[in-house]
Each structure stands twice: as C-alpha cells, then as structure tokens.
C-alpha cells in the first residue's frame, strides 16, 4: 500500500494460502514524513506533494482484479463487492458469488438481485443458531476480540463456503468505505480532516480488518485479496479531489462505477449498511444473548 508520494506504507497486504508464502507485513514509515507517538497511537503526516493528475479507477480496480485471477467474490449486495463482481464476472469469466445472512436479511436478498444482474452463480450461506456458534468458536481460536468475531462471523461462513466448494481465489471490497468516505462518522467530519483520517485509517488497516479477513482466509487454507488498496486503486482515489468527494459522500465513483457497469439503481443505489446488520448477525446474537448480560458475555460463554 502506498501513500500519495508513492512510498510504500506496508509491503504486503494480500493473504495467501498455505501453498504459497503466508501474508506478512511491517510498517514502513514514508520518507519526509512527520511520524509522532502520542497515547501509543503512531501518527504519521505526510510531505504534501503535487497530484500528477486523474487516474482511471475503474481500469484499476479491473488491472488488480485480472492480476489476482479471482474464481470468486464475497458479496452482500452492497455497492462495493457489487462492483467488484460485475468486474470480476465480466473480466474473467466463471467466477462464483458467495455470500451469508439469516433468513430474510438484507443482504442475502441484494445479494441475489445482484447474481440475477450478472447472470452469475450465486452461493448463500444461511446463518443459523448452529453454525452462527461455529463460526464464533472458530474466531475465537484465532485470538479475536469481542469486536472482530462479531465482524468475522459472516465472512467466515462465506469463506468457509468457498473452501467447500473447492475455491481458492477470492476477493473482498474491504477499504473502499476508507478511500471514498462511505462511514457515518465521515459525514460529521470536517472537511479538512477527512484527509488525514483517511490516511490513518489506510496506514492501520493491516492491524485492523486485514488482519481478521487474512487470519480467516489462512485458517481455511484460501487466498484473498482486497482490489480496492491496490496501489493503484489507492492513487486513483488520491488524484480525485476531497472536496468533491466529501460534497458527495457515500462513495459517489464507486457508485458511478457501477452504473457504467449496467447495475441497476437497486443496488448502486441501496444506501449503507454494516455487514454485521445487513447480514442479520447482530440480531441473532441478540435474541441468543438474552439469558446473558449482553452479547460480549454469551460469546464468552460459548
């Protein structure tokens, strides 16, 4: 991953399975950065640099996603994996949409109105009591906190799916809520912090999902990769500028992407929603919580 001076933040941020190199990756501080440690948060500015001009996003999430040679894509019905998979569908052919929800969740119903679209195989898990449970003792195996098992649940089950059925390529749309200011929170922002939150976020990323999507992808012996921090992707969102995209908000290219694609208004104008409630997984661990303190304490308990 790369800043916007083209210096490279981390080396690696793509898991691979175990037949090839497990993923590893250091910080690596830009050159002419500001880096400063502060309530043991490491805080890096950037050396401001002229932008070179505008680069084509959607020829570079379509060169990444060629690159990886994806025979499938986590999808939620949302705009980014959505785009993704139209991507994906259209570039290379026969590849697989896999996704997971309770019964009747949001996204497991935009999710089959996005296969229907693309004409593509779509694969559904259908999280229940029983493997909701699996799911979380799995992730706890793996030495998550109370926060990414609840985050993990859906992709776990996705991700397992794809093992089952003999898949091992699969892409994910993590980091485009970072790089076009798709979170509730960008919106009460100012203006002139969006920038820098968004680089800070970027620099931490592999602490934070990637660390959990790579475990699980690791633990299922499948590898994944996230087009939308592809180096070039990441330029691409840098050369746009941030007052156009802070105008906008919720991931506008993203969205124009996906129009230019042939999807229609259904999905690329369905409005966010976190995975953990579009799948129906916090409600499940709601109603399965209430003969404890609070869902923290029945995931202890399992």
Known sequence: MKNRNNTLLVDKINSTSKNEKIFDFRFVFPGGAAVTLSNNIIKVKLEENERTGQYDLEQALKSSILRFKPDSVLVSGGIDSSVLAAIAVKESGNVKLVSAGTENSEDSYYASILSRELNGSLYNVK???????????????????????????????SVEKAKEMGLKRIISGVGSDELFFGF????????????????????????????????????????????????????????????????????????????????????????????????????????LSKKYKNVGEFIKEI
């Open 184 to 287: 509730q929170r960008h919106k009460t922002m100012k203006k002139e912090e969006l920038g820098a939150f968004r680089e800070y976020r970027l620099f931490y990323m592999p602490a934070l999902d990637l660390w959990r999507l790579n475990s699980i992808a690791h633990k299922l012996n499948i590898s994944i990769a996230f087009p939308y921090l592809d180096d070039k992707v990441i330029e691409a969102a840098l050369s746009k500028d941030i007052e156009e995209l802070a105008e906008n908000y919720d991931k506008f290219p993203v969205r124009s992407i996906g129009k230019s694609l042939g999807l229609s208004g259904k999905i690329t104008e369905r409005r966010k929603k976190a995975m953990q409630y579009g799948s129906g997984t916090v409600k499940l661990l709601r109603d």
């Open 127 to 157: 999280i229940t009591e029983e493997n909701l449970i699996h799911a979380v003792k799995e992730l706890k195996a793996l030495r998550l906190d109370t926060y990414n098992i609840i985050m993990g649940i859906t992709e776990f089950l």
